[in-house]
Nanobody
Framework: QVQLVESGGGLVQAGGSLRLSCAASGRTLSGYVMGWFRQAPGKEREFVAAITWSFARTYYADSVKGRFTISRVNGENSGYLQMNSLKPEDTAVYYC??????????????????WGQGTQVTVSS
């Protein structure tokens, strides 16, 4: 069992930056993948980025490539999402998720059993 807790959300002006954190507990994430997803009001949950824990291979949605950076710190069992050049359309609740590699594609929410509670990101224009 893995417990995930996000932090770092908030209100920022367009063009600004935020750094989200996801702290994992319950077991080491070696052999796991961590993903970030977001959900805006009235919309489906969408993939943002993912990282494989052991080799730090990264994946990004086209909408965030070049602006967002996903990373992890093995020793801390924590993952991060650095978000730069934020746009109003990035406004959403952001969730981190994790599961053992091989359960499915990293961009599919159904591939993950473990989810955090979410953190709100609001970008004003």
């Amino acid at each position: 069992q893995v417990q995930l807790v996000e932090s770092g959300g908030g209100l920022v002006q367009a063009g600004g930056s935020l750094r989200l954190s996801c702290a994992a507990s319950g077991r080491t994430l070696s052999g796991y993948v961590m993903g970030w997803f977001r959900q805006a009001p009235g919309k489906e949950r969408e993939f943002v980025a993912a990282i494989t824990w052991s080799f730090a291979r990264t994946y990004y949605a086209d909408s965030v490539k070049g602006r967002f950076t996903i990373s992890r710190v093995n020793g801390e069992n924590s993952g991060y999402l650095q978000m730069n050049s934020l746009k109003p359309e990035d406004t959403a609740v952001y969730y981190c998720a994790s599961d053992i590699m091989g359960r499915g594609t990293a961009s599919n929410p159904a591939s993950y059993r473990y989810w955090g509670q979410g953190t709100q990101v609001t970008v004003s224009s």
